[in-house]
């Protein structure tokens, strides 16, 4: 058969439901191999939507989806979205054309180093340049791609490969079971653990998986031991349990900063330091003994120095630990600091619920009524930009994979594509994301994609004419900041234009009826309000007066 038709065979093997993507000429064989296919070709308006859309499948599911370029600028424009999800740990398969290899040696139209491009953000980067080698190439990518830590790799296809005939068949894909740490080295750390006197947890991206989020609840249930998130790893532990202490990672020192400095044992679940590194909470790597769980070792840095690695399958991990407490009892713990940090936070949490005034809408209403219009397994995605930390602190969730924040790379443009894979992923669920106006316009063609999809989705856009968290940044630093303001379109005109549903709230209390219309709406639906970002500079100077524990 043809290379493009056994890629296309291998794909559909691994079990590949959708590719997204904006094809070219030099990906004509295969888009034609796709049409008789399982899988799911998404046209998009631009190749960095495609991309955001399949790392947020990628997210959802644990299981890689497709987006597809062509050579040249069609590759150059995937790479920010393939970045972030490979950054923020998202399985993503990415497919590019190239020109023919009778022509790749010289200079000639569009041609570039591609694989070389990706290199720096995927995991692996590959040309087929032999048609029979297609059934190990996809094998060993999509493998690659779900296998922790998962992230993102490359296959570039030229054309003329593609158009060549192969004589191999796809390779059945076979899974394997994650290693799991020796009775040993859990021992070591249970011992720790159970001669401290006030342990934590950070649970970070990798202690979303469903099998560790359920070991972990059990060992919080048990122990009481409080579980701090970072951004990527909400939802781990239900937001109404007494043990959840909220969100820690913001740049500003924060309430649950106190939980981690009268810590003497801090665990570290599935922690990743592109998230929130630990000089802001461990400064100097021995303030507190830290036990590292992981599916790898730990990253080395001045600041992190564990007492004790435990690596392997965290479920198994968390599983192991709760055998030995059943089988022990559980030492008396000292929680009040922690107990206190989750009142300080709850009270903040409610404190602007039944805002009225006209105008700018206060940050934490927004959040509040977001909170109160989605049900416990609907799903939030936040884009990148100043709404993302109010997001970040004041949203919290019962289960896990239902906020998704981009806390690696951090690209902005993620929202709007990735409602529409979150749909697709469930279509049983609200979906919602939130984007500030500069973050909302990077990809606002995708909503069209929306509107041909007649995907039920909602955007809540957050509006203050300019970039405000780097005027945030700015301002702490500097006391002033640059000139961040643009203007933007007519709101109501361009969702009638795209055929959404579109709404402007001009009062804090018009706000969760809007969107409460817009998440009951069929099809897509855009809820814009100004945003009072005055808030920024007052969160900023509250936060500065926490006192640090010694």
Not at 220 to 225: D, K, L, V
Not at 244 to 259: E, K
Not at 331 to 348: K, T
Not at 374 to 393: E, Q
């Amino acid at each position: 058969m043809k290379t493009s038709d056994l890629m296309v065979r291998c794909l559909e093997l691994e079990g590949i439901e959708y590719i997204f993507g904006v094809p070219g000429e030099e990906n004509a064989d295969f888009m034609l191999s796709l049409e008789n296919s399982s899988i799911e070709f998404i046209l998009t308006r631009h190749e960095q939507g495609a991309a955001f859309m399949a790392e947020v499948y990628g997210r959802l599911t644990g299981n890689p989806a497709g987006c597809l370029g062509t050579l040249g600028p069609g590759a150059t424009n995937l790479l920010t979205g393939v970045a972030d999800a490979n950054m923020d740990r998202a399985p993503l398969l990415c497919i590019t054309g190239q020109g023919a290899t009778a022509r790749q040696h010289k200079e000639s139209h569009q041609i570039m180093d591609v694989v070389g491009m990706y290199e720096p953000v995927t995991k692996w980067a590959q040309t087929i340049n032999e048609p029979d080698a297609v059934p190990e190439i996809v094998r060993k990518a999509v493998r690659i791609a779900r296998r922790e830590k998962p992230g993102a790799v490359l296959l570039e296809l030229p054309e003329n490969i593609a158009k060549r005939d192969a004589t191999t068949e796809p390779v059945e894909p076979r899974r394997f079971r994650r290693p799991v740490p020796d009775d040993k080295i859990v021992d070591r750390a249970y011992e720790l653990l159970r001669n401290a006197r006030s342990p934590v947890i950070i649970a970070g991206n990798g202690a979303i998986r469903r099998r560790a989020s359920r070991q972990l609840r059990k060992l919080c249930e048990r122990t009481g031991i409080g579980v701090m998130s970072t951004f990527m790893g909400k939802g781990a532990v239900d937001m109404d349990a007494p043990y959840s202490l909220f969100t820690i990672g913001l740049g500003q020192r924060d309430y649950v900063v106190d939980a981690v400095e009268t810590a003497d044992v801090v665990i570290t679940l599935g922690y990743d330091m592109v998230e929130y590194p630990p000089s802001r909470w461990n400064l100097g790597g021995d303030r507190c003994a830290v036990i590292h769980i992981d599916f790898e070792p730990a990253e080395i840095d001045r600041d992190y120095h564990p007492a004790v690695e435990v690596v392997g399958d965290l479920a198994h991990c968390l599983w192991m630990l709760n055998e030995r407490f059943e089988r022990d009892g559980v030492p008396d713990y000292d929680f009040a600091v922690q107990a206190d940090v989750r009142e300080r936070m709850l009270s903040e949490f409610s404190e602007h619920a039944e805002d009225d005034e006209d105008g700018p809408i206060k940050p934490q209403k927004a959040i509040w009524d977001v909170r109160q219009a989605l049900g416990p397994n609907d799903i939030l995605l936040s884009g990148v930009g100043a709404h993302k930390m109010w997001t970040a602190r004041y949203y919290h969730c019962h289960e896990p994979n239902t906020c998704l924040i981009p806390n690696g790379f951090c690209s902005m443009g993620l929202p709007l594509p990735g409602v529409i894979a979150a749909h697709l992923v469930h279509p049983d669920r609200k979906v919602l994301g939130i984007a500030g106006d500069g973050d909302f316009m990077m990809n606002v063609q995708e909503m069209e994609t929306a509107s041909r999809l007649n995907a039920n989705v909602t955007m809540l856009v957050w509006e203050d004419g300019g970039y405000g968290l780097i005027a945030w940044k700015q301002q702490d630093e500097f006391k002033r900041h640059t000139n961040l303001s643009f203007g933007n379109p007519d709101w109501l005109k361009l969702a009638e234009s795209f055929g959404w549903q579109g709404e402007y709230v001009h009062r804090a209390s018009e706000l969760r009826p809007a969107l409460d219309r817009a998440l009951a709406h069929e099809g897509p639906a855009l809820v814009v309000m100004p945003v009072d970002y005055r808030e920024n500079a007052k969160l900023t100077e509250r936060l500065g007066r926490i006192k640090v524990n010694n």
